[in-house]
């Protein structure tokens, strides 16, 4: 199981990350792998939401992905990579920003995967340079569809804002819907209460949620170095934050982006946990 785990890690990252002529591997064949005949591994499309509002268009990138197939959360989990997006080639674009829907836990038999299945919409913000003029989006995506293994994929749309015609502001609106809302720190204090557990084999912290909303899951994003696995406690509304890997030098406290999930709500916030507590 290892070792599919490694060459799986492999295939993604050596497709999109390099550009070689090239590649030595026992597991490169797989590069070719397409799915079944006259089936499609996932589609995308850019969509249009609503025209210019506070000098933003609001907009989608639609991935509808085969039955049984999933694509990548941008912290993806034990294995895969976050998707990559280049708007390079846009007329009148001042800036474009991605945003990512709540993702969900997805078992595989490499570990657990952080992303999405069936359809993922990324809701869009599209700022224009001359609000007064059209923009022309172009977009290039690298991402990865994965079964059994992964295929990486590069997909192309574009789109012009405003679009005249075909808003599709609702299935933009349901994915915003599902956009994580960003908590502040007077906020966090009141909802969240860390606790430190001591001598463990991990630096592990234990994380209550005194909010409304009933958790369904947790998703730590760390910095480079660091990951941490979370997995709901026996107590209600509790979750175990285990730092399985983290530099050997750590000394200092470490800022955490987490993001809670619930059936109705979902949340956004930052903590810095101290490795050292766990040890004292």
Known sequence: MQNSFHCRKFIISAFIFATLNTVTAPCFSEFSAKGRPGEKASELTLIPA????????????????????????????????????????????????????APARIKEDEGEAFGYQDKVVFPLHVTPLDKTKPVILKLTMDYAVCERICIPVKSQSEITLPSGGGSQEAVVAAAEARLPRELSKTETAEKVTLTTERNTVHPTWRLSWKGDTKPADLFVEAPEGWYFETKKTAASKEFALVAVEMPKDATQAVPLTLTLTGQDQNFAFTLLLDPSDTSR
């Open 50 to 101: 609503e025209n210019l509002l506070q000098d933003v268009y609001h907009a989608g990138i639609e991935i509808n992905l085969k039955p049984g197939a999933l694509t990548y959360w941008r912290q993806p989990g034990d294995a895969g990579v976050p998707p990559v997006f280049s708007f390079e080639g846009s007329i009148n674009l001042a800036k474009a920003r991605v945003l990512y829907p």
